[in-house]
């Protein structure tokens, strides 16, 4: 059981890797099982297709990627303390896979149905309930400003995913070398930070 569950994980780990650097239409499953160090046959054997195995991550990273903020937002901690806390947790996200966010738009403009319907098995309904209660929380007793919670993270995604969205023509831009953008990019957690803060504090 443990070697099928290990061959099941290196097929998906190199998936991941080949999916967000070429993109579904750009990934073979020869692909995979090249960087997998397996055959063809093995990845269908484990995954049937590479549909099946595209959605299977897919759903696996968002299912994370919310669970972790649902994390977050369920603690007992200032609202101010949780903007840090989502801030800091989308940055080593994207830090750690730079290509998803462009991976994710261009797999929703490719076939948007099957992407959304993927993202919308994803349950956001609990962790916004609890973000809304406290924003409602602090807006009543006038430390903030009123906003909604979707919106609040909304602002929050713009900030610090758009580094990566444009991380090729930024890096050109302003002349800097890969490891001086990623500098760059965790110098932003406390500004992005506190940009939001300021945006919504009375």
């Known amino acids: 059981m443990s070697d099928v569950l290990n061959t099941e994980t290196v097929i998906r780990n190199a998936a991941r890797k080949i999916f967000t650097s070429k993109g579904f239409d750009g990934t073979t499953v020869q692909d995979i099982a090249d960087e997998a160090g397996t055959t063809k046959s093995m990845v269908n ?45 989308d940055t080593n996200k994207f830090s750690a896979f730079p290509e998803l966010p462009v991976f994710v738009m261009s797999e929703v403009n490719r ?60 890096m050109k831009l302003f002349n800097l070398t890969e490891l001086q953008y990623v500098h760059k990019i965790n110098e932003r957690k406390k500004q992005i930070a506190d940009i939001i803060w300021d945006s919504i504090k009375i």
């Open 45 to 89: 054997y484990y995954f049937r297709s590479k549909e099946k195995l595209f959605s299977s991550i897919f759903q696996e990273e968002f299912q994370h990627f919310f669970a972790v903020i649902a994390t977050y937002l369920n603690a007992d901690l200032p609202l101010r303390d949780k903007i840090a806390q989502i801030v800091e947790l």
């Open 111 to 170: 076939n948007p149905g099957i992407v959304l319907s993927l993202i919308g098995k994803v349950s956001t309904k609990e962790f916004l309930a609890v973000l809304t209660k406290q924003i409602d929380a602090e807006s009543k007793k006038g430390v903030i400003k009123k906003i909604k919670a979707e919106d609040l993270l909304l602002n929050i995604q713009a900030l610090t995913i758009f580094p990566f969205i444009n991380r090729p023509l930024m």
